[in-house]
Each structure stands twice: as structure tokens, then as C-alpha cells.
């Protein structure tokens, strides 16, 4: 199946009888479900969305017009993206994600509440500035500082990857892009745990499936700073 | 325990172990569906109510968001009254409130995430002290979707979930929304809201947490000369 995104005036093309994504193949959000979807070997089709020129029948998978959707072969719909990944570890039970324990599930929620703040200075600091604004790398770092101080094993689930791991990942994966953009660079003594983990973390068959090239990422930022995203940059 | 709010300076009363207590403000719509879900699982607890804008340094280094709910035990912090509402569902297993089924659950949720559509606007009717009828229709058609999507007596089917309490807070408060903006919710408009509204006040765990429109409006009241008073109806028989 084609990866090129589908735009305004398309069809929605017929089902394969398989789980179905729709994503968007820049979009951090998206790409946490392809994680949960890789660590779990579950066997799905991606339908690319062009978010700049959305097909008029993508709002009746989602109302709200955003990716990620889950769509199982019946037509079953859920989204977004954190519902979406924990619908598919409660509907496919093997190699799962949710810790078991509901207080060690509880904080990982709790982790990713505190999370929005990097993904918030991230955003500024490359899309919302063009990679200008110096302040929200200060507070991006800022904001990490917090995670830093709670990786206390190998991963934010402890001795195993967890939900948690994978939901922040995108973000991190998107590090050397900003850097690049930005013309900063990774304050590694700062950040020693986090630097561990995320070269543990470029380990995990997940990530190895579903990771994007820091350069197609550093590519497809700049179409965007341009005015013009080109959601099918690099095919 | 005393239900006075707790302010800056206030020393925090001590917590025994094995004993589980939510941090709380009485006329928090957050903090009552926390409330509803110890109340529907017959969980033990205490409350400590926090003066929400002269805050205790202890409430900062509980939460340091600095917002109710949070359910403390036994060195365990919980906070965010969605998370601790799944996290009580979990941990105790009397009356369940998660969906068995992971669809209806994801659904629940869905419907649970995209609340907020409803209570942004909700707000701002009640800051327009009901003076702004674009505000109000704003508010109605958020709750459109909410009307379409109840086909069942409650949210959760034939019996209440989660997604019901999570709702029901704001839906406790149409009364004194009514009284600001002299209409009240229209039944023709969302005959099954109104249906499921009445079948709410029925339920005994909603009539025990619940406050009527006239405490409502006497806090809202205090809340809006800027010094909330989240004691409002502790010293009178109200």
C-alpha cells in the first residue's frame, strides 16, 4: 500500500480486512501508536493523512480531523492517540505495555501529564519559531530536567520498556532534528540518565521499526518553515 | 475531621498508615468525581479540604501543580482526578466502574477526553454572568454531541460508569448556570441529557456528594469578589 498521504477530493480507499492507521508520518502523536503497534508484532495498513488538505471522508473516522485512528477491519473507531495505544495493549494481549501494578500504571499517566510541558517548548522551538526561538530550548531543557530525576531503572517502566517509554519517545527521537534547526546542541552532562535511555531505547525493535531519520525529520521541517509541509518529504 | 479548608500556615494533620485520604475543596467539580467514585465503591477515606488560593506549602509538595483532587496512602501520591478516579477503580474491585469491554471502554474515554468542549464554554457563561447569549449557544452545541451520543439510560448503558461521574459535576451546576442566565437547559433540545439528569439525582451516591443551586450560588458568589469561601454552609444548617 502506498505510503503517499491521501489530500482533499480523494476516496477513502476500500479495506484490506486488516487493522487500519491512520497517520501522518511526521506526526509525533501518530507515531506512538506505531510503537505500540511494533512492540506488539501486530499486523496493521497505514493510511497517510495530508493534515494540510484533509480528505473530506477522513472526518468521518474522526470528527476532531486529527491523527492518529485506529480502525479495526469491523469499522471500530478510537482515538487519539494515548486511547488509541491503550485500546490495542487491552485488545492484543501479548508483550504489554500497562504496568500491572495501579499505582506504578498511575504514575506513568502522572509522568506524561508533566510531559506536555517539553512537548509544548519543542513545538516552539522548531515549527511555532522556525527554529529562532532560543528561550524555549532553555525551557525545554528546563522541562526535562524533571525527567532526568525520575529514571531511576533502565526505562520509565522500570527494568522493561513500558507505555510510558513509548508515548514520550517521539518527542526524544525528535531531539537532533531540533538541534540541528535550532543550531544548539544536547547538554549531555546535563542529562546523562536520559542520554542512556535514549540510546537504549534507539535499541528496541520498536523504536528501530518505527523511527523516522533524523535527516527526513530536519527535511521536513524545513518544507515547513517554507510555508509549504510536504508530508510525503523523503518517499 | 473538621471539613474546614486548610490554608498557608495550617500544619497538616497527620495520616495513619493504612488509611487512604483525598485532599479536596468542597465546590471543586473535579474533586466530586473522585468523591463520587469512593463513594460508589464504598472506599474508606477522609477528606482534607485545601484552601485553593491561600495554599499550604504541605499541598505544594504533595502535588506540586497544586490542585485537587489527590488521594494520598500510604506514601503513595495520586493526582489529576482522571487518573485517580481509574487508579481507585483498579486498586479496589467492589462496583466497577471500567467498562469490561476494551471498545466500550476506548469509547468512554473518547467521550471522557472531549469534555473539555463542553466545560471551556460552561466557564465562560458563567464569567459572562449569562449576559452573552453567543456564549450560551456555544455552550449548547457543545453538548450536542453528548446528546447524540446517549442512547442508553446512562452513559455507561444500563448502568452507570465512570464517563456517567465524570460528567455529572457540570450537569450539578445547570441549576445555577439557569439562574445566571434565566434559562434553564431545553428538554426539547436534549430530552435524553435531561432524562439521564433526573435518573442522576436519583442515585444515592449523587444525592450524597451532591450540593444544591443555593450553596452553588453562595460560592460562586464569594468566588467571584475574589475571595472564595470554601466553608460556605460548614456553620449553618444549609
Given amino acids: 500500500m502506498s505510503e503517499k498521504a491521501y489530500s482533499k477530493g480523494s476516496s477513502c480507499p476500500s479495506g484490506q480486512g486488516k487493522l487500519r492507521l491512520y497517520s501522518m508520518r511526521f506526526c509525533p502523536y501518530s507515531e506512538r501508536v506505531r510503537l505500540v503497534l511494533a512492540h506488539k508484532d501486530i499486523d496493521y495498513d497505514t493510511i497517510n493523512i495530508n493534515l494540510y488538505s484533509k480528505p473530506e471522508w477522513y472526518l468521518e473516522k474522526n470528527e476532531r480531523g486529527a491523527v492518529p485512528t485506529v480502525e479495526q477491519p469491523d469499522g471500530r473507531l478510537v482515538y487519539d492517540s494515548v486511547v488509541a495505544s491503550e485500546y490495542l495493549d487491552d485488545f492484543f494481549m501479548q508483550n504489554r505495555l500497562t504496568p500491572d501494578d495501579p499505582y506504578d500504571k498511575a504514575c506513568g499517566k502522572l509522568l506524561l501529564e508533566k510531559f506536555g510541558k517539553v512537548q509544548s517548548a519543542q513545538y516552539k522551538a522548531g515549527f511555532g519559531s522556525k527554529g529562532q526561538d532560543k528561550d524555549a530550548i532553555q525551557d525545554m531543557w528546563v522541562a526535562l530536567d524533571f525527567f532526568e530525576s525520575q529514571l531511576k531503572g533502565d526505562f520509565f517502566g522500570g527494568n522493561n520498556i513500558k507505555m510510558a517509554d513509548l508515548m514520550m519517545w517521539p518527542w526524544f527521537e525528535r531531539l537532533s532534528p531540533t538541534m540541528e534547526l535550532t543550531n544548539e546542541k544536547f547538554p549531555m552532562d546535563r542529562f546523562p540518565k536520559l542520554q542512556a535511555w535514549v540510546e537504549r531505547m534507539h535499541e528496541q525493535p520498536a523504536v528501530k521499526k518505527a523511527a523516522l531519520d533524523p535527516r527526513i525529520h530536519v527535511g521536513y521541517s524545513r518544507t515547513h518553515f517554507d510555508g509549504n509541509p510536504d508530508v510525503d518529504h523523503g518517499l | ?238
Fill in chain 2, 1 to 238: 475531621m473538621s471539613q474546614k479548608a486548610l490554608a498557608k500556615g495550617s500544619t497538616l494533620p497527620p495520616l495513619e498508615k493504612g488509611k487512604l485520604r483525598l485532599y479536596s475543596m468542597r465546590f471543586c467539580p473535579y474533586a466530586q468525581r473522585t468523591r463520587l467514585v469512593l463513594e460508589h465503591k464504598n472506599i474508606p477515606y477522609e477528606t482534607v479540604n485545601v484552601n485553593l488560593k491561600e495554599k499550604p506549602d504541605w499541598f505544594l509538595e504533595k502535588n506540586p501543580l497544586g490542585l485537587v483532587p489527590i488521594v494520598e496512602h500510604d506514601d503513595k501520591i495520586v493526582y489529576e482526578s482522571a487518573v485517580c478516579d481509574d487508579y481507585l477503580d483498579e486498586l479496589f474491585k467492589t462496583n466497577p466502574l471500567t467498562p469490561a469491554d476494551v471498545y466500550r471502554k476506548a469509547r468512554e474515554r473518547i467521550l471522557a477526553d472531549g469534555f473539555h468542549k463542553v466545560t471551556t464554554p460552561f466557564y465562560k457563561v458563567l464569567r459572562s454572568k449569562g449576559q452573552d447569549k453567543e456564549l450560551l449557544e456555544e455552550f449548547y452545541k457543545a453538548l450536542d454531541r453528548y446528546e447524540k451520543d446517549l442512547t442508553e439510560p446512562f452513559f455507561g448503558g444500563n448502568n452507570l460508569s465512570m464517563l456517567d461521574y465524570h460528567l455529572w459535576p457540570w450537569f450539578e451546576r445547570l441549576g445555577i448556570m439557569a439562574k445566571i442566565t434565566g434559562q434553564a437547559l431545553p428538554k426539547d433540545r436534549f430530552p435524553c441529557l435531561s432524562a439521564w439528569m433526573d435518573r442522576m439525582k436519583q442515585e444515592p451516591t449523587v444525592r450524597k456528594t451532591m450540593f444544591s443551586n443555593e450553596m452553588h450560588g453562595a460560592f460562586l458568589s464569594s468566588f467571584a469578589t475574589g475571595t472564595p469561601d470554601y466553608d460556605v454552609g460548614l456553620d449553618a444548617n444549609l
